[in-house]
């Protein structure tokens, strides 16, 4: 029997049951087509756990606040460093903490650690503690990073294999390799919007730069998506990268959860090799070989 348009009742069946088919694989297959949060350990290459006179949060509310998003190592900073030195000695169970010195006794002197010889002696003396693998994170800009101080401390850093977390401008990043070429720099947040290109034209000239990303601009859109620049930037230099919660405020230890949902989403974009070399990867090959107990 024809169904009057040209089929027989039972193609009239197969193809509804096809329809139906497909009706209940749609949905399945939209949510293929979203990748996946990245769900691995992180570090977390840009942390304060700044003490004026008290922190915020207690020892125990920081950890539990990095145990729930999945971070298993910390570059540890605070003002003053008695913070760092609360964190070293905890030992916290599955937490690696990798401490940089302050150049800051309170938040004034972020205005003038670069012209302050009593900085140079607190790093000096913070250094005599034996655990120590950078200086920073430090605010620099421009002509400001040219002073006798500042080239002291590079070459202090250089002439001990420690690392400079450098939240600065262009102009003063150049100035702080004209110091000394051999400088290690951590880039606090890439710049914040220095075109990828540019950046990518930086990382190939000093081979000792890396790029730390928070608050960087132009990684995702609105809607989380990663941006092709960002993506062609990542597929050359994933072993570059960075990433933080840069908690200089109470506001960003409120929204840490967020923070780091907000890379695990891009990350989650990308391969599987770059990603864990930025969630992870990079801060291993730079401050490691990371503790077994």
Not at 54 to 71: A, Q
Not at 93 to 118: E, N, S
Not at 223 to 246: N, P, T, V
Request: charged share 25%; hydrophobic share 40%.
């Amino acid at each position: 029997m024809t169904n009057g348009i040209g089929g027989t009742q039972n193609d009239l069946g197969l193809a509804r049951r096809l329809l139906v088919i497909a009706a209940l694989l749609a949905p399945c297959a939209g949510a293929a087509a979203q990748p996946s949060p990245y769900r691995h350990e992180v570090f977390d290459a840009h942390m304060h756990w700044n003490q004026e006179p008290n922190p915020f949060y207690p020892l125990d509310k920081v950890l539990e606040i990095f145990r729930n998003n999945g971070v298993t190592g910390i570059l540890a900073t605070s003002r003053p460093n008695k913070g760092t030195h609360q964190l070293v000695e905890a030992k916290p169970q599955g937490l690696w903490i990798v401490p940089f010195i302050r150049p800051y006794r309170v938040r004034a002197d972020i205005q003038t650690w670069f012209k302050d010889p009593a900085i140079f002696e607190l790093i000096k003396d913070e250094y005599k503690r034996g655990y120590y693998r950078g200086v920073g994170e430090f605010h620099i800009y421009g002509n400001d990073a040219a002073g006798l101080l500042v080239k002291s401390i590079v070459d202090f850093a250089v002439e001990r294999d420690l690392y400079l977390h450098a939240h600065c401008d262009e102009p003063a990043l150049l100035q702080l390799f004209a110091h000394d070429p051999k400088a290690k720099i951590v880039w606090a947040h890439t710049g914040f919007s220095t075109p990828p290109a540019r950046v990518r034209e930086l990382l190939d000239k000093y081979p000792a730069l890396s790029g730390e990303l928070s608050y960087r601009s132009g990684i995702a859109d609105g809607q989380g998506k990663l941006s092709d620049e960002w993506r062609a930037l990542f597929a050359s230099h994933s072993d570059r990268f960075l990433i933080g919660s840069d908690t200089w405020i109470n506001e960003r230890w409120f929204g840490y959860d967020t923070i780091f949902k907000t890379y695990r989403a891009w990350l989650g974009q990308l391969p599987e090799e770059q990603a864990r070399r930025i969630a992870s990867g990079n801060a291993a090959k730079l401050f490691g070989p990371r503790p077994t107990n």
